[in-house]
């Protein structure tokens, strides 16, 4: 690795680390519905960038590619992208506290590396290794970091103040980039891009329903990310601040 690369890796963890102490220190609060979004109209103009680029390239691609490949090849791309993660989400177990989770993590990834053909398979499910799965967004939670406001990401889409910090982070959390030279250290990378469309193509019409057929896809699809997110984190007490029927209706 070089020096340069070193250097753009430090000055990210400390964008990441500033964006945490923005969101930690935070003064605002939720409204009644549990929505704390203070940078809606620019979210909006994110969002509408999103839609556009889902419209025009990202669900075209995401339905060709679902039709094209079968779904074995779907999910074994897939199974290869979640394994290639594993090792980040050993060390955020262990960032965690959850050695049981580190464990389980670590079975997993070895498991399917060698028997399931490099992760090509998903052979630790078929021992009842159950699934684990974590990030640095949700070891920022555990650290008693708060949400923060809500943000729409270009390309990305919904999250947090904590989860945009958690998503810095976590691109230096795999033990893989450091230990894989160019070109595999990217495998993973573009085993998640196409994992992710596959899962865009599944789900196209759900997708679609949010974004092209409510009455303000922004107002839904944050309602349904903070739901999901909450629900990840066990997080019953925020959880339950958000009311599924107080959508803001407002135009784009």
């Not at 998903?122 to 967004?137: I, L, R, Y």
């Not at 903070?226 to 599924?244: M, S």
């Amino acid at each position: 690795m070089t020096l340069i690369v070193r250097l753009q890796r430090a000055a990210l963890m400390l964008l990441a680390v500033a964006s945490v102490a923005a969101c930690a220190s935070s003064g605002g609060q939720p409204t009644a519905d549990g929505v704390y979004d203070p940078y809606e109209t620019q979210n909006r103009k994110v969002h509408a960038f999103n839609r556009g680029l889902d419209r025009a390239i990202v669900r075209p691609a995401a339905i060709g590619y679902s039709t094209v490949l079968p779904d074995e090849i779907e999910d074994s791309v897939g199974h290869f992208a979640k394994n290639l993660g594993q090792p980040s989400v050993v060390v955020n177990s262990v960032l965690q506290g959850d050695l049981r989770g580190a464990g389980i993590s670590t079975v997993r990834f070895l498991t399917n590396s060698v028997l399931g053909i490099g992760g090509l398979f998903d052979v630790a499910t078929d021992f009842d290794v159950p699934q684990h799965d974590t990030d640095f967004g949700e070891t920022l939670y555990v650290w008693g970091v708060g949400e923060g406001a809500y943000l729409e990401l270009p390309v990305l889409g919904p999250s947090t103040q904590r989860n945009t910090a958690g998503k810095v982070v976590d691109l230096f959390t795999n033990p893989l980039s450091y230990a894989l030279d160019s070109p595999e250290s990217y495998y993973g990378t573009v085993a998640g891009v196409a994992s992710g469309l596959g899962t865009r193509g599944r789900f196209s019409d759900t997708v679609d329903s949010i974004l092209y057929e409510s009455a303000d896809s922004y107002a839904q699809a944050r309602l349904i990310y903070l739901q999901n997110r909450r629900f990840e984190l066990d997080d019953g007490e925020a959880a339950t601040e958000i009311d599924p029927f107080a959508l803001d209706t407002e135009g784009f």
